[in-house]
C-alpha cells in the first residue's frame, strides 16, 4: 500500500492524520491505521469485524531527521470472534511498528 506517509516515513499500513507543534518545538504526528491487514488476530489469523474500543500508542523506535518527530498512532481495539481462539481480543498492528512487550 503506497501513500504519502510511505514515502515520508518509509513506514507502511498507517496513514498521517494530522501534525501538531506543542510548545517545545517538536513535531507530534497523529497516525492512523491504513491497512485492513492490521486487523487480522495475531492468534488464528481471522479478520475481525466488531470494534471494542480504541488505544493510542506511542511508537518510539521510529527515528526521522535530527530533532526526531513524537508519534501518537491511533488504533482500533478488535473482538476476535472466532469460536476456536484463544485470544478474545486484539489491537490493531502492522509488521514495521512492533508492539511493546507487556
Known sequence: MLN???LLLDLDGVSVARVERPVDG?????LVTADEA???CPACGVFATRVKGSAVTRP???PYGESGLEFRWH???WWCREAGCPRRSLTEQIPQILPVPG
Do not use: I, P
Open 38 to 40: 492490521a486487523r487480522a
Open 26 to 30: 517538536r513535531h507530534r504526528v497523529h
Open 60 to 62: 518510539r523506535d521510529l
Open 4 to 6: 504519502d506517509t510511505t
Open 75 to 77: 488504533k482500533r481495539r
